[in-house]
T-cell receptor, first 110, second 112 residues
């Protein structure tokens, strides 16, 4: 079992819809969780982080964490074509390093 | 505040050569992590340095090495290059390892 798992996609949503990206992790001791966005040919950009169970909102983005289910998600409201990118989930497995999932490719079509 | 910088941005080498990549972290950040990104494997952790000490190492052969200087700048070295080493090499800095990391633009290495 991989330490951090994501569906590779592509996830296709129409403009204006909610995009829901999911990530599961294997280590119950994981402390912190991050979402990165990576455009093609660019480096990852941090967009959200969450440490506690529940929801955390930042603009159009909401991160949701459920430690009991070992599940973290990212919701993007009012999706725009400019949101089309690969979204990487990263988990701190209670060490000094982040473990990344392989990413979910999101396509937002007009 | 300046972001993470990496040099060079692009490199072309041949098999058997060695290469050194450089990373300058965000001012004040003491942790530097290195990753290899390939289409098939995603982001693979190479190593993490904090205050000139390597604290974590990923599952890469000994041909991959690194170091960190007293000003937190870091270098990674790959010796005896193989075709499979062609990848985007990313460094990321943070206040401490495992927290929010900010990535540099990467070095695209092509091995011929």
């Amino acid at each position: 079992q991989k330490e951090v798992e994501q569906n590779s996609g592509p996830l296709s949503v129409p403009e204006g819809a909610i995009a829901s990206l999911n990530c599961t992790y294997s280590d119950r001791g994981s402390q912190s969780f991050f979402w990165y966005r990576q455009y093609s040919g660019k480096s990852p950009e941090l967009i959200m982080f969450i440490y506690s169970n529940g929801d955390k909102e930042d603009g159009r983005f909401t991160a949701q964490l459920n430690k009991a289910s070992q599940y973290v998600s990212l919701l993007i409201r009012d999706s725009q074509p400019s949101d089309s990118a690969t979204y990487l989930c990263a988990v701190n497995l209670n060490t000094d390093k982040l473990i990344f999932g392989t990413g979910t490719r999101l396509q937002v079509f007009p | 505040k300046a972001g993470v910088t990496q040099t060079p941005r692009y490199l072309i080498k041949t098999r058997g050569q060695q290469v050194t990549l450089s990373c300058s972290p965000i001012s004040g950040h003491r942790s530097v992590s290195w990753y290899q990104q390939t289409p098939g494997q995603g982001l693979q952790f190479l190593f993490e340095y904090f205050s000139e000490t390597q604290r974590n190492k990923g599952n890469f052969p000994g041909r991959f090495s690194g170091r960190q200087f007293s000003n937190s700048r870091s270098e990674m070295n790959v010796s005896t290059l193989e075709l499979g080493d062609s990848a985007l090499y990313l460094c990321a800095s943070s206040w401490v390892g495992g927290n929010e990391q900010f990535f540099g633009p990467g070095t695209r290495l092509t091995v011929l």
